[in-house]
Structure formats: C-alpha cells, structure tokens
C-alpha cells in the first residue's frame, strides 16, 4: 500500500495503462481484460487488474496533469515496482495535419512546465522522450492493424487554459497536439530507467475548433486502446 493506492503487494502488474480519466480506466477494464479485479478506490483513482489474452495487465487512472500523474507513475514504479508504462489518453491537435481521432505517439514531449528546471538546475534543457523500444513495437503494431498513425513531438503544458502561450510558433516547429501529462511520465520513466510510451487520440483541435463529447472521450477511441494492448502483448 502506498499514500494514494490502496493494492497490496502483489496486486499491480509489471505492466500498466495509464488513463486519466478514471471511467476510462473502468471501461477498458471491463471491455478489454479478463479476470479484473479492481485494486484502488482512493480519491475515485480507479485502479484494475486483469489479463488480455493471457498477458497480465494493470489500468490506473492518473488524474489530470503532470502534478497528478508524477504521484501516481511514482508510486506504481517506487511501491510496486512497475516496469513498462503507457499512458493512454486525450491530446488537442494543433499541426494542421492532425485531425480529430487521429491516433499519435509521443516520441517526445516539449513542455512548459517547471519540473525540468525543478529536477536538473538552471541552463539544462533535459528532454523527455519516449522509450524507442516500445515507440518502435507500437509504430510497427498499428501498420500491421491497418490503423494510421503518427508520431512526433507532443506538447505537455503545465495549465489547461494558457492563452499566453505561442501555439502557433510550436506548430512551426512541428509539435503535433496538446495535452498535460506526458512530460512527468518520460522523466520518471528516465529518473527510475522504467520504460514508457504515451498513445494519444485527438479529442479536439484547438485550430479548427473540431470536437468530440465527453461521453465519447471516455467510452470510445479504441483504436488507441487496442494499439496499447497489442503492445502489451508483445512484451
């Protein structure tokens, strides 16, 4: 047990998904594993044990942006020794060749959040990136699916409603989405030497303004969690 997750030792796979949304992490539980069992209920952070096709597999909810999710990818990697960790969530589009739906992978993560000052010191510009392996396996996996991706450099900011940013001066230099967690996920990844990867669906795009619902951003976008699963089949 550790401060915010209530499993016992033993209860966490070495493998988890990392939604945000706990009804996400609830619904690929029950649509996706067998034998779920579920083993946290702190703060409503719902955490799920089970198998998909013989492979056993954790879910955990991770909250909102990067000071939630560096608790939990914390503990998950300190407490119960966790190995490999994919977030499975939202991003918005920003690069005009993003469109709603589109599943993208994190190959990096530029960011303006303090955490990289915080943890190496002014004059050094760490940079977050995902673990190749599994960048490669998940790139390779969804041509096999037949499910069109792309992978680039995904924004992680530090506040939802950021209207001082320059979007479109990162959308020169090729950043692909916006979203708020990747960042902390790649540096404690690189800070515990675990391995990671973030698998996104554009919910929405902040350019043309495209949506999809809250309902639909929490039961659907299965391409990304099939992608994600296969992975984890593979390992």
Known sequence: MSTHLEARPGAIAPIVLLPGDPLRAEYIAK??????TRYNTVRNA???????????VSVQATGMGIPSISIYVTEL???YDVQVLIRVGTAGGLNPAVHVRDVLLAQGSTTDSSIILNTFGPG????????FGL???AYDQ???????????????????????????QLIKYGV???????????????????????????????????ETTAQERQ????????LALEVVKGL
């Open 31 to 36: 649509t996706y594993l067998d034998h779920v």
């Open 46 to 56: 719902f955490g799920y044990t089970g198998e998909y096709q013989g492979v056993r």
């Open 77 to 79: 990697i300190v407490d």
């Open 124 to 131: 050094m510009y760490f940079a977050p990136l995902a673990d």
């Open 135 to 137: 960048l490669h396996q």
């Open 142 to 168: 969804a041509q096999a699916m037949g499910i069109a991706v792309k992978a680039g450099n995904i924004l992680g900011e530090d506040r939802f409603y950021n209207d001082e940013m320059d979007r479109h």
């Open 176 to 210: 692909l989405a916006t979203e708020m967690e990747t960042p902390a996920l790649y540096l404690l990844a690189a800070k515990y030497q675990r391995r990671a990867l973030a698998i996104l669906t554009v919910s929405n795009h902040l350019v043309t303004g495209e």
């Open 219 to 226: 039961t659907s976008f299965d391409d990304m969690l099939k």
